[in-house]
């Protein structure tokens, strides 16, 4: 597989480490994933993904891995679409737009200073979400297609 991205093995070694993880080869390979694919993937998706490689993976571990993910500021649970909860390592803070259609979650980059917290006062904010819903790019493209042709 060749990967243009330049996140190593050992740069997600040293981060999990940093953040007082202990990096086991399905953590560091759940992280790989999760970085590789910014799609906003399941547990399902995870496993589904991963568990070729590692035969020993199970279900439970990646869904526990991401809750210690999750406690550990590395990934965010992100709202639930069709029942299942999705995950986003966290970047820079950035919006989502949720698509009614085909249930895909995309990033929004935010230009404005929604996420300056500082209005918010003695409250201790730990995780912001905004999200955006209705008919994506795509569904209006396809949408406006079958429009013409009906
Ligand atoms: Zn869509
Ligand atoms: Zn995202």
Same mark, same amino acid.
């Given at each position: 597989m060749s990967e243009t991205g330049a996140i190593s093995i050992d740069k997600i070694r040293g981060f999990l480490e940093s953040k007082g993880? @202990? #990096?086991s080869f399905q953590r560091l390979k759940i992280l790989e994933y999760l970085l590789k694919h910014?799609?906003? #993937?399941s547990v399902d998706t995870i496993f589904q993904a991963l568990g070729d490689d590692i035969p020993t993976l199970s279900k439970t571990t990646v869904y526990n891995t991401l809750s210690l993910f999750t406690q550990k500021g590395i990934v965010a649970s992100l709202t639930v679409v069709n029942n299942e909860l999705r995950y986003d390592v966290l970047k820079d803070p950035h919006a989502h737009f949720q698509c009614a259609i085909c249930s895909r979650l995309y990033d929004i980059p935010l @230009?404005? =200073?929604? *996420?300056?917290? =500082? *209005?918010?006062?003695d409250h201790q904010v730990e995780d912001i979400q905004v999200t955006f819903k209705g008919v994506c790019k795509n569904c209006l493209k396809s949408r406006n297609v079958l429009d013409k042709t009906s």
């Open positions: 993880v @202990k #990096p910014r799609n906003h #993937p @230009k404005n =200073d929604l *996420f300056q917290t =500082d *209005f918010i006062e």
